[in-house]
């Protein structure tokens, strides 16, 4: 195969299966159109809210963990390298989530244009609703981006280490951070109160934005030397 086509079209096209046929043609759509005849034919309250978003998310999540090992033994057998193959899926990955989430965005800015022309008072299930962020579809978009990239690197991230070191170890490694921090935190050595500073300074969205996806980018570069000489099979539970 040719190295760099071969790769690039095997992760576009099950990156194109997962998230064009199986997350929008059988779960968004539907959802859009159910709850646009809900809205048109019956009186939704204000305490109605609908949801499209759900799904998205959970393919992201998906897609970075079950995506990529459905494809590493398959790619490698074919002659692909590991570098090759994390770098495609990098590209891939992000940019699939650019899209998906512009296309989320676009059903639920006609959801809302039309429950509003209805005079439906429902709304829709969102994260900036939790922010207290009035609609605009910039702000809605990017909030979306911001969480799709973050639920794709750290689920990819936690992968990858589960990939490496077992179920076992993962734990037991896991216990270990969770033991340090606990003991750093009460002897004093660290202060953790920064993080309810964090979240109790009104920062401009620009700023959480940035942030946020510089963390998330470093959480998925993270990965290339977990896995850029990678066995072919995962550690089992007992290893």
């Not at 296309?103 to 829709?124: G, K, S």
């Not at 500073?197 to 969205?205: C, E, G, I, P, S």
């Amino acid at each position: 195969m040719n190295l760099k086509s071969g790769t690039f079209r095997m992760v576009y096209e099950e990156t194109l299966f997962a998230f064009g046929k199986l997350l929008l043609l059988y779960i968004t759509i539907p959802l859009f159109l159910l709850w646009l005849f809900i809205g048109y034919f019956f009186n939704l309250g204000e305490d109605v809210i609908a949801a499209i978003s759900g799904p998205t998310y959970f393919f992201i999540l998906l897609f970075a963990i079950n995506g990529f090992k459905t494809i590493f033994p398959v790619a490698i057998g074919m002659g692909s390298t590991r570098i090759n193959l994390l770098k495609t899926f990098y590209v891939v990955g992000l940019a699939s989530v650019l899209v998906i989430t512009f296309i989320l965005n676009v059903f639920q800015w006609i959801l809302l244009t039309l429950y509003e022309r209805w005079n439906v008072a429902a709304h829709i299930l969102h994260p900036a609703t939790f922010l207290n962020r009035e609609y605009t579809f910039l702000s809605y978009y990017l909030i979306d981006f911001m969480l799709g990239i973050f639920a794709f690197s750290f689920a990819f991230l936690f992968f990858t280490i589960y990939y490496r070191l077992g179920f076992k170890k993962s734990v037991i490694w896991l216990m270990v951070l969770v033991i340090i921090g606990t003991l750093l935190n009460y002897s004093g050595l660290i202060d953790f109160s920064i993080w309810e500073w964090l979240v109790t300074q009104d920062f401009h969205d620009m700023v959480i934005f940035s942030f946020v996806n510089t963390i998330s980018l470093i959480a998925l570069f993270i990965t290339y030397p977990i896995m850029r000489n990678a066995p072919l099979t995962a550690k089992s539970k007992k290893d």
